[in-house]
């Protein structure tokens, strides 16, 4: 679970470090700066790369996968049941 948050925090970072970029190329263009405007570029794709990369559903992320952490007779995969709620 704390690995799960460490990815939303690096996600959302990631998607400040693409609004950065946005914002410098904004500037480099009003400006006609070209380095700021590939700079901003650069940052764009970086931040996008990373939000994708840190949203991505990895395998060990499925249900009744255990952590490599955890050892296999703590608990078994059926003991934690996380149900989404079925009315609002």
Same mark, same amino acid.
């Given at each position: 679970?704390?690995?799960?948050?460490?990815?939303?925090?690096?996600?959302?970072?990631?998607?400040? +470090? =693409?609004? $950065?970029?946005? @914002?410098?190329?904004?500037?480099?263009? !009003?400006?006609?700066? *070209?380095?700021?405007?590939?700079?901003?570029?650069?940052? +764009? =794709?970086? $931040?996008?790369? @990373?939000?994708?990369?840190?949203?991505? !559903?990895?395998?060990? *992320?499925?249900?009744?996968?255990?952590?490599?952490?955890?050892? =296999?007779?703590?608990?078994?995969?059926?003991?934690?049941?996380?149900? !989404?709620?079925?009315?609002?």
């Amino acid at each position: 679970m704390v690995r799960m948050e460490l990815r939303v925090v690096l996600a959302t970072l990631s998607v400040f +470090i =693409a609004l $950065g970029g946005i @914002g410098l190329s904004i500037h480099g263009s !009003l400006y006609y700066l *070209d380095r700021e405007i590939w700079a901003g570029v650069i940052a +764009i =794709a970086i $931040g996008i790369v @990373g939000c994708v990369t840190m949203l991505t !559903l990895w395998p060990r *992320d499925l249900p009744g996968k255990t952590p490599h952490e955890q050892a =296999a007779g703590d608990a078994g995969p059926h003991e934690h049941h996380h149900h !989404l709620p079925t009315q609002f």
